[in-house]
């Protein structure tokens, strides 16, 4: 099993911003599962998408598989689903394995069906990007990777019995930029049966809108008294020079 978590840059940068001075306007998320099955060599797939930019919608995603085994007549056949959801405060991302049938001879049920692996991240108005995750079955977990693109990933070992735990990360933000936060390449693995994995993920893209500082505010209001009393007194100059 591996999870990669990445957050993207993408678009051109237009302006530098200074410290804390940003805001962060959604711009769409969006959501993918995925289900394979491999029987004597033959791999079928399938792989489903959503996207949505309203907040409080959900994005959702299904992929089901059925294949039956050419030499045993076994049927293999399970559903991957995801979901996201941004509630204009923070995202999250919720993927499933469910509705699993072993093939015949193989484990009666599996326990894992219908657990959910979540994912929550919030950015605050500091440029920090904070990334939870809790994992609701008891999986035999390895590792994931988290980075940004082009940056070199941090591992992070996480065993059966690691308690829910969050990564923050740092970065200075571009204005006229989007950030994409994804939450990527999520498998479940099943063994001994057949069908190999399940999984997907969730995209969180964002507008990112410079805000001037307060001192910089109080550089344009008094910029604009400037502006105002210079008039003023123009006009009155113009006023006494037609009299």
């Known amino acids: 099993m591996h999870v990669l978590i990445k957050l993207l840059a993408v678009g051109a940068a237009t302006a530098m911003l200074s410290g804390p001075a940003w805001s962060a306007t959604l711009v769409n998320f969006s959501t993918s599962a995925t289900a394979i099955a491999n029987l004597n060599g033959v791999t079928s797939q399938n792989s489903a998408s959503d996207q949505v930019s309203a907040i409080g919608d959900q994005a959702n995603a ?5 294949q039956i085994d050419p030499d045993t007549g076994a049927l293999v056949s399970g559903n991957a689903r995801s979901q996201a959801v941004y509630n204009g405060d923070s995202g999250t991302a919720s993927l499933y394995a469910e509705g699993l049938i072993a093939p015949s001879g193989g484990p009666a049920g599996l326990a894992f069906s219908g657990s959910a692996w979540n994912f929550t991240f919030k950015a605050d108005e500091a ?8 994992f609701g079955g008891a999986f035999n977990f390895t590792s994931f990777d988290i980075g940004w693109a082009g940056d070199t990933s941090e591992s992070f070992a996480i065993g059966v019995n690691s308690p829910p735990s969050g990564v923050a990360f740092s970065r200075s933000l571009t204005a006229g930029q989007q950030y994409a936060l994804e939450v990527r390449n999520v498998s479940f693995l099943f063994s001994p049966a057949d069908f190999n994995s399940a999984g997907g993920g969730a995209n969180f893209r964002y507008a990112i809108t410079a805000i001037p500082e307060p001192a910089s505010w109080a550089l344009m209001i008094t910029g604009f008294f400037g502006m105002g009393s210079a008039l003023r007194r123009s006009r009155r100059q113009a006023v006494l020079a037609a009299i």
């Open 62 to 66: 299904y992929a089901t598989i059925y």
């Open 127 to 134: 440029g920090l990007f904070t990334l939870n995750y809790d």
